[in-house]
């Protein structure tokens, strides 16, 4: 029988070698699919229009019965289960390479302005929810850039925030919790000139770059306290969550101060006028 095939991405933060080897035992051990000519099946095929060791991103195809979510290479964090349609969004955003007009006469990628590493980005992902891509934009985007994401749902961006906690700060999560990594993997979103991300729950239609409303996720904030935790995991109890909340109302108060006013006209008088920044949305409890 024709075998049906998922995606997944490798995690940056972990060893590619390791992880290969570690999710093909897994297939394999688990897999009760009948194929013809079973012996010549590869169970984990690399998606070769969606891979660059130039940029650190790889693809693969495992077979669509595998139980993914129960394997400890995805509850470890070290790959991501996400399609590749999500992943060619954002190849295709960051990178020329992938341009269809960017192609030489071989057929191979040139280079342009994007594939070189010196420019900053600031990426704005609207309706981030679940973060898929906005973990795959903080991957790939040069060292300093800022990628904001936006969900007007505050379930949503509750497993949001769970998602790009247990990928970008793999040592983090707290045993347990869902989405949680078992094993720690190369904290690069702790250093200090890594991609900052932050995330808003709020009204899409309605973000202000620049006042920050609604923020619910600041990467600073979470490296801040990695490094006061020192590597420790723990839950974040009730008292836990009312300090990361008002945190994070300073982060955007302070942020408001410093936000620039902007000219709007009044359609009732017809004339300019210097508007302030709009009033904050509610912001759920992280």
């Known amino acids: 029988m024709p075998l049906k095939w ?9 060893d590619r070698d390791e992880t290969l080897e ?6 394999e051990a688990s897999n009760t699919t009948t ?7 590869d169970f984990l095929i690399s998606v070769p229009w969606l891979r660059s060791s130039q940029h650190g991103f790889e693809f ?31 190849a295709a955003l960051l990178f020329d390479m992938f341009d269809r007009d960017k192609k030489d006469a071989d057929g191979k990628g040139c280079e342009s302005v994007k594939d070189r590493p010196a420019k900053t980005l600031r990426v ?10 906005l973990c795959m934009l903080a991957d790939l985007a040069p ?3 800022l990628v904001e994401g936006v969900d007007i749902s505050a379930q949503r961006m509750d497993l949001c925030k769970k998602i790009v906690t247990k990928y970008q700060f793999p040592s983090f999560s707290a045993p347990g919790e869902e989405g949680a990594s078992q094993e720690g993997g190369n904290d690069e979103g702790a250093s200090d ?5 932050n995330m808003y729950c709020t009204d899409a239609t309605r973000f202000d770059p620049h006042a920050m409303h609604g923020l619910v996720f600041n990467s600073q904030m979470t490296r ?9 995991r723990k839950r974040m109890n009730k008292s836990a969550r009312a300090r990361e909340k008002r945190r994070l109302l300073d982060v955007q108060r302070k942020a408001e101060s410093l936000a620039p006013k902007v000219p709007t006209q009044d359609l009732t008088k017809g004339e300019d006028r210097m508007a302030a920044p709009m009033a904050p949305h509610a912001s759920p409890t992280p």
């Open 193 to 197: 000139d890594s991609v900052d991300i």
């Open 224 to 232: 801040q306290e990695i490094k006061s935790r020192r590597g420790k």
């Open 6 to 14: 998922r995606y997944v991405r490798l995690n940056p933060r972990f």
């Open 60 to 90: 693969f195809a495992i077979p669509e019965e595998f139980g993914l979510n129960k394997s400890e290479s995805f509850q470890s964090g070290r790959i991501y289960g996400m399609d590749a349609t999500s992943g060619a969004a954002v």
């Open 35 to 41: 194929v013809d000519n079973e012996d010549e099946v």
């Open 124 to 133: 704005l992902d609207m309706c981030c929810a679940p973060g898929l891509k």
């Open 143 to 145: 060292r300093n850039s």
């Open 22 to 27: 570690l999710l093909k035992s897994e297939i």
